[in-house]
């Protein structure tokens, strides 16, 4: 059994990394990659805190939406509705995993892609992270104020 916080924080520096990242949005060089790529992982890494919390162990995978099917439905409601409580659209976050199912993998490997389609709505992936990461705080608020 991986120790919940470790991977919590994890997922928190990946995430800060994205955001950083991501505010040279606009700029001559963005490192694109390295933001889509640390935001991906960051929310794939909350989903497993999140199964590890609830005791259940999580596959190996990359996908999204593999891990988010696995969280026991009332943690899957409490997740949504902190990306509603965010993201304000009325779209579910379901919806965002789908989308972004294998935005790790597809983007760490972009330079093999460079003709085919990918995602490209990382504001909606910024959001889930945030939404995934309170929903964590929910249920370990003690989390708020000891890194990560």
Known sequence: MTDPKHIFDAASDFQIGSSILGEQF????????ATVVTGAFAAELYLKCLLELASIA????HRLTNLYELLPPDKQVAVNAQ???????GGDIQDVFVAHDATFVDWRYIFDKQHDGFCLEFGSLRNACIALREAILLLRPEWRTSGG
């Open 26 to 33: 606009g700029q001559p060089i963005w490192p694109l990659r």
């Open 58 to 61: 999580f596959p190996k995978v």
């Open 83 to 89: 990306y509603k409580n965010i993201h304000s659209d």
